[in-house]
DNA sequence: TTCCGACAGTGGGGTCGCAAT
DNA sequence: ATTGCGACCCCACTATCGGAA
């Protein structure tokens, strides 16, 4: 198949809005597709690369080169050049990577190219990735959708079950079960904003305590441990402490979810920060694991002596985790019983702040292992603050928000009365918001290089965070966590705007 | 040779609009 | 009305490469 027809299906499917028109013109694609070239143009056109990494950036990417004339690219050409490119390492690998690139975009027509450039920078944007790619895949092989997805979620891989669906037909999908050894997508959480709210919609729940931690799946099958992220990453090798402590627990055969997390001397939890940086240490873990030691933390049981636990209740899959394991290796809990039981839930979640630790995870009790997905019975509530910071500059939005001024610079006060910046945001605003924001920015505009525009410092903006962290980027040392818009205070002059030393004075945990 | 800056990739994430249910 | 998905982009961290010192 020619690499053109992919970059004219996926335009089309970026120009129209309707789901299922998005999913029949996947479907007809993948059908086109034999079966040497399904392996590629599937995840092709979820907008993901089959390599993963290849290191390549805008700054590999280089200028742009002139495009070919006409389409001679095949898909597999394509797979082949980007596969080689996972293959450099080494001094000179970025030149030779520079190479290969421009080689390939040399022989790519401009549509080829365009499509190229979304694929290699994973900004696709055509309003169709894994999820829509599987209703088209369930199309073009006659499978149920549900029972596709289902397959997705147990193989980890979209690609895997498109290859058994399209080599075997849908009884292909029969193989995908649940099996230790073989990681699952985690099953996500949606926001409440209060712990009443969560369990006025849940009823009998169970409250548990959220650790600003790295999720992880923990697969034990004999003396065998694999531990992987919330995306399937493997770093069972950076997690020593993780592996010993599953090997100590009385069971062969067993998946876990939970979070790693680091705690002080005095059992204290480490900024999220401390624990992720930990996580991400590769070259020496043992110095690593010597200075920030971690800790696992079990709140839920997937199987259990090699049997599959995903559709039972969560309260039977909790009383097999508990079997399992032992208290201070499980996130502490509490039971509510439902609305009239709020006031626990409510002292629940101010122990556990006064702990250190960031909100509560409510989960109804029913419910079983949604893997994949938000399921809605998982409810995060976590505390919310509120600032009023000055708008600095804007940058320039892409895509539905081309025109519009979109990302924020946000600044609070100085004792000298300047300003000093925060972080951005670009979240919180709908599109009635966008457009007023940025009229009334141009207004304020007195500088515009084509990306930001710097605005006089006097519109005033109400702004929601998580909390501080330390930060190396910005003048006062912090910025804000997940910050986002909640509404212009136009009734705000800017010197009554929040300072910066208010802040730090509201937040003494940052320890700045 | 060593150091340091820039880049790539990965972790954490909230809210909106739209299509579908 | 509610749900699911994709788009919108953030910041911090580590590892790696490439060029400067």
Same mark, same amino acid.
């Given at each position: 198949?020619?690499?053109?027809?992919?970059?004219?299906?996926?335009?089309?499917?970026?120009?129209?809005?309707?789901?299922?028109?998005?999913?029949?013109?996947?479907?007809?694609?993948?059908?086109?597709?034999?079966?040497?070239?399904?392996?590629?143009?599937?995840?092709?056109?979820?907008?993901?690369?089959?390599?993963?990494?290849?290191?390549?950036?805008?700054? =590999?990417?280089?200028?742009?080169?002139?495009?070919?004339?006409?389409?001679?690219?095949?898909?597999?050409?394509?797979?082949?050049?980007?596969?080689?490119?996972?293959?450099?390492?080494?001094?000179?690998?970025?030149?030779?990577?520079?190479?290969?690139?421009?080689?390939?975009?040399?022989?790519?027509?401009?549509?080829?190219?365009?499509?190229?450039?979304?694929?290699?920078?994973?900004?696709?944007?055509?309003?169709?990735?894994?999820?829509?790619?599987?209703?088209?895949?369930?199309?073009?092989?006659?499978?149920?959708?549900?029972?596709?997805?289902?397959?997705?979620?147990?193989?980890?891989?979209?690609?895997?079950?498109?290859?058994?669906?399209?080599?075997?037909?849908?009884?292909?999908?029969?193989?995908?079960?649940?099996?230790?050894?073989?990681?699952?997508?985690?099953?996500?959480?949606?926001?409440?904003?209060?712990?009443?709210?969560?369990?006025?919609?849940?009823?009998?729940?169970?409250?548990?305590?959220?650790?600003?931690?790295?999720?992880?799946?923990?697969?034990?099958?004999?003396?065998?441990?694999?531990?992987?992220?919330?995306?399937?990453?493997?770093?069972?090798?950076?997690?020593?402490?993780?592996?010993?402590?599953?090997?100590?627990?009385?069971?062969?055969?067993?998946?876990?979810?939970?979070?790693?997390?680091?705690?002080?001397?005095?059992?204290?939890?480490?900024?999220?920060?401390?624990?992720?940086?930990?996580?991400?240490?590769?070259?020496?873990?043992?110095?690593?694991?010597?200075?920030?030691?971690?800790?696992?933390?079990?709140?839920?049981?997937?199987?259990?002596?090699?049997?599959?636990?995903?559709?039972?209740?969560?309260?039977?899959?909790?009383?097999?985790?508990?079997?399992?394991?032992?208290?201070?290796?499980? =996130?502490?809990?509490?039971?509510?019983?439902?609305?009239?039981?709020?006031?626990?839930?409510?002292?629940?979640?101010?122990?556990?702040?006064?702990?250190?630790?960031?909100?509560?995870?409510?989960?109804?009790?029913?419910?079983?292992?949604?893997?994949?997905?938000?399921?809605?019975?998982?409810?995060? =509530?976590?505390?919310?603050?509120?600032?009023?910071?000055?708008?600095?500059?804007?940058?320039?939005?892409?895509?539905?928000?081309?025109?519009?001024?979109?990302?924020?610079?946000?600044?609070?006060?100085?004792?000298?009365?300047?300003?000093?910046?925060?972080?951005?945001?670009?979240?919180?605003?709908?599109?009635?918001?966008?457009?007023?924001?940025?009229?009334?920015?141009?207004?304020?505009?007195?500088?515009?290089?084509?990306?930001?525009?710097?605005?006089?410092?006097?519109?005033?903006?109400?702004?929601?965070?998580?909390?501080?962290?330390?930060?190396?980027?910005?003048?006062?040392?912090?910025?804000?966590?997940?910050?986002?818009?909640?509404?212009?205070?136009?009734?705000?002059?800017?010197?009554?705007?929040?300072?910066?030393?208010?802040?730090?004075?509201?937040?003494?945990?940052?320890?700045?």
């Amino acid at each position: 198949m020619l690499l053109t027809r992919l970059a004219e299906v996926s335009r089309e499917v970026a120009a129209t809005a309707a789901r299922s028109r998005k999913t029949a013109l996947l479907a007809q694609l993948f059908r086109e597709a034999g079966a040497g070239d399904v392996p590629i143009v599937i995840p092709y056109l979820a907008g993901r690369l089959p390599q993963g990494r290849l290191g390549v950036g805008w700054k =590999v990417l280089g200028r742009p080169v002139p495009p070919a004339a006409e389409p001679t690219l095949t898909v597999r050409e394509v797979d082949a050049r980007l596969g080689e490119l996972g293959e450099v390492a080494g001094p000179g690998s970025q030149a030779e990577r520079s190479r290969i690139v421009g080689e390939l975009m040399g022989a790519a027509t401009e549509a080829e190219q365009r499509f190229l450039l979304g694929l290699l920078t994973g900004e696709v944007r055509q309003g169709a990735l894994d999820a829509v790619a599987v209703e088209g895949l369930a199309q073009a092989t006659g499978a149920e959708p549900a029972d596709v997805r289902r397959a997705v979620m147990l193989a980890g891989s979209l690609q895997t079950v498109a290859e058994a669906l399209l080599g075997e037909g849908p009884a292909a999908l029969e193989r995908f079960r649940l099996t230790v050894g073989r990681p699952v997508l985690p099953m996500l959480a949606h926001s409440a904003s209060s712990v009443a709210e969560a369990v006025e919609k849940l009823g009998a729940c169970a409250v548990e305590e959220k650790l600003d931690g790295i999720r992880i799946q923990v697969h034990r099958e004999g003396g065998r441990v694999r531990i992987h992220t919330r995306t399937l990453d493997d770093i069972t090798g950076r997690l020593p402490e993780v592996t010993a402590a599953a090997l100590a627990l009385p069971g062969e055969r067993f998946i876990l979810d939970g979070e790693v997390i680091s705690f002080d001397a005095a059992g204290r939890p480490r900024s999220f920060q401390e624990t992720a940086g930990r996580v991400g240490s590769r070259t020496d873990v043992a110095r690593a694991a010597a200075e920030v030691p971690v800790s696992p933390v079990f709140f839920d049981a997937l199987a259990v002596d090699g049997r599959d636990l995903l559709d039972l209740p969560f309260a039977e899959r909790h009383a097999e985790l508990s079997r399992l394991v032992p208290e201070p290796m499980r =996130v502490r809990r509490t039971l509510v019983s439902g609305p009239e039981d709020t006031p626990r839930a409510e002292r629940f979640l101010a122990d556990t702040l006064a702990r250190g630790h960031e909100g509560v995870v409510v989960k109804g009790l029913d419910a079983p292992y949604s893997a994949g997905r938000r399921g809605a019975s998982w409810l995060k =509530v976590k505390p919310v603050h509120t600032l009023d910071l000055v708008v600095l500059a804007a940058e320039w939005g892409h895509g539905r928000r081309t025109g519009r001024l979109s990302n924020l610079h946000l600044g609070a006060r100085t004792a000298d009365g300047g300003f000093a910046m925060l972080g951005k945001t670009f979240k919180g605003m709908t599109d009635a918001m966008l457009a007023w924001q940025t009229g009334r920015l141009k207004e304020l505009a007195v500088e515009d290089d084509g990306r930001v525009v710097r605005v006089r410092p006097e519109l005033v903006v109400e702004i929601a965070y998580d909390g501080l962290q330390r930060s190396t980027r910005y003048p006062a040392g912090v910025t804000l966590r997940f910050a986002r818009v909640v509404r212009y205070r136009e009734d705000k002059r800017p010197e009554e705007a929040d300072t910066v030393q208010a802040l730090l004075a509201a937040h003494p945990e940052a320890g700045t």
